[in-house]
């Protein structure tokens, strides 16, 4: 079966620090993976995502970047993080290829900048 | 573009009672239609799915939705609300065909009271 793994599951940063937040997926191959931010009070909102490696899409300019070394891995990084940047980071991953379209999650990375 | 409303931030019922979060979603083609579940500090789950053929979904505990074209939702119903059934949920829509991004609705947070 395929399970997700992200990590660190809670980080507390300082402002201007960098960030890299990992996701893995085991049990499949060339997956969709994507990165969401959960804000308090203000749904999911797609950060990144990615049909395989070396490719990005970005949705909305930010302050953070993406990554895809490897088939499974997905990175989540900043240079410079800012108070905005605080929030629940959520990775999921589809099958790529002849699927339904249903997203499957990780249990998510709280980061607060403080 | 897809979009989905979710009508009420919060939702409260009783134990025993009939759980209504309602979803409307707009889509210009026929769209492929979902239903998750958060408990705090925790990733998302799948509850249930609309893609294709009968109307009413029947999802993980006792969970169920109605796809109604004519009235462009996708209500989420369960004839009986237990404690643990408190958390927030979310609508999501894709446009069938269209595989790269889910769209989410901001979440209906359900209590649940005895």
């Known amino acids: 079966s395929q399970t997700i793994h992200q990590w660190p599951a809670t980080l507390v940063q300082p402002v201007g620090s960098p960030l890299s937040l990992e996701c893995t997926v085991e049990?499949?191959?060339?997956?969709?993976l994507y990165w969401y931010r959960q804000a308090a009070g203000r749904g999911l909102q797609l950060l990144f995502y990615s049909v395989g490696i070396g490719q990005i899409s970005s949705e909305v300019p930010q302050n953070l970047s993406a990554s895809r070394p490897q088939d499974r891995q997905f990175i989540l990084s900043s240079k410079k993080l800012l108070l905005s940047d605080s929030g629940f980071y959520l990775c999921a991953w589809r099958q790529g290829a002849a699927n339904t379209g249903e997203l499957f999650f990780g249990e998510g990375s709280r980061l607060t900048v403080l | 573009a897809q979009s989905v409303t979710q009508l009420g931030s919060h939702v409260s019922v009783s134990e025993g009672a009939l759980v209504l979060l309602r979803c409307n979603y707009s889509s210009s083609v026929p769209p492929y239609l979902f239903w998750y579940v958060q408990y705090p500090n925790q990733g998302l789950q799948l509850l249930l799915k609309?893609?294709?053929?009968?109307?009413l979904v029947k999802g993980i505990n006792g969970f169920e939705a109605e796809f109604k074209k004519s009235e462009t939702s996708f209500h989420l119903t369960k004839p009986s609300a237990h404690m643990s059934d408190a958390a927030e949920y979310f609508c999501?829509?894709?446009?069938?065909?269209?595989?790269?991004?889910?769209?989410f609705g901001t979440g209906t947070r359900l209590l649940v009271s005895p």
């Open positions: 609309y893609t294709t053929g009968a109307t």
């Open positions: 999501a829509v894709i446009r069938s065909g269209g595989f790269q991004k889910l769209v």
């Open positions: 049990g499949t191959s060339n997956p969709n």
